[in-house]
């Protein structure tokens, strides 16, 4: 009897979160934020570093965002103010931009589980690297995963510029090669 309860309790615990999750899900607007870890191009070598100084890399975002939902599928554009912070040979370089992802999702546990991936679009606003002559626009691409509950979210995504769109310090710093941006992005989301 007691497992009977329990298992009915789970179940009807289950449904409600599925059915504040919907405000997530349904179409609309909402302001996000959140905190992101940059890497230029080795994550695992970048991973020992981590313990050492954990806040060296680490930067935000705050933004906009929209969603147009079909069903399972929606599509979901933003537009956020990001800050990306690196750490190379002991100098610190910030990077300030504007990032525009055009991401596709799919709900797979009903509207509280979703995965996404698409374009993301970047203009450069200030950065440190400036003198060395790169590309105001660029582009690149941000996969992931949210949960939903009521009219809030939470997502951890990956981002990472495409390779035709990379900036080449050669020489600069270590002289081992291309500086890319990627970084893991933690983001909070409310939707009105």
Same mark, same amino acid.
């Given at each position: 009897?007691?497992?009977?309860?329990?298992?009915? !309790? !789970?179940? !009807?615990? =289950?449904? /409600?979160?599925?059915?504040?999750?919907?405000?997530?899900?349904?179409?609309?607007?909402?302001?996000?934020g959140?905190?992101?870890?940059?890497?230029?191009?080795?994550?695992?070598?970048?991973?020992?570093? /981590?313990?050492?100084?954990?806040?060296?890399?680490?930067?935000?975002?705050?933004g !906009?965002?929209?969603k147009?939902?079909a069903?399972?599928?929606?599509?979901?554009?933003?537009?956020?103010?990001t800050?990306l912070n690196?750490? %190379?040979?002991?100098?610190?370089?910030?990077?300030?931009?504007?990032?525009?992802?055009?991401? /596709?999702?799919?709900?797979l546990?009903?509207?509280? %589980?979703?995965?996404f991936?698409?374009?993301?679009?970047?203009y450069?606003?200030?950065?440190?690297?400036r003198?060395?002559d790169?590309?105001?626009?660029?582009?690149?691409?941000?996969?992931?995963?949210?949960?939903?509950?009521?009219?809030?979210?939470?997502?951890?995504?990956?981002?990472r510029?495409?390779?035709?769109?990379r900036?080449?310090?050669?020489? /600069?710093?270590?002289?081992?090669g291309?500086?890319?941006?990627?970084?893991?992005i933690?983001?909070?989301?409310?939707? =009105?």
């Amino acid at each position: 009897m007691k497992t009977i309860i329990k298992s009915t !309790l !789970l179940l !009807l615990a =289950f449904m /409600v979160s599925i059915q504040m999750a919907d405000a997530q899900t349904g179409s609309g607007f909402g302001i996000k934020g959140g905190l992101n870890y940059n890497s230029n191009g080795k994550y695992f070598k970048d991973a020992e570093a /981590v313990w050492g100084a954990p806040m060296n890399n680490l930067g935000y975002h705050l933004g !906009l965002f929209g969603k147009l939902n079909a069903g399972p599928v929606f599509l979901r554009p933003e537009l956020n103010y990001t800050q990306l912070n690196s750490e %190379v040979n002991a100098t610190k370089l910030r990077t300030q931009r504007l990032d525009a992802p055009v991401l /596709v999702g799919l709900n797979l546990i009903g509207p509280l %589980v979703s995965v996404f991936a698409g374009p993301s679009f970047h203009y450069y606003l200030e950065d440190d690297l400036r003198n060395y002559d790169f590309d105001k626009f660029n582009a690149g691409y941000q996969f992931g995963i949210g949960v939903n509950l009521g009219s809030l979210g939470l997502d951890l995504r990956y981002e990472r510029v495409l390779n035709g769109q990379r900036i080449d310090i050669d020489n /600069v710093f270590t002289g081992q090669g291309d500086f890319r941006f990627q970084q893991l992005i933690l983001g909070l989301s409310l939707k =009105f």
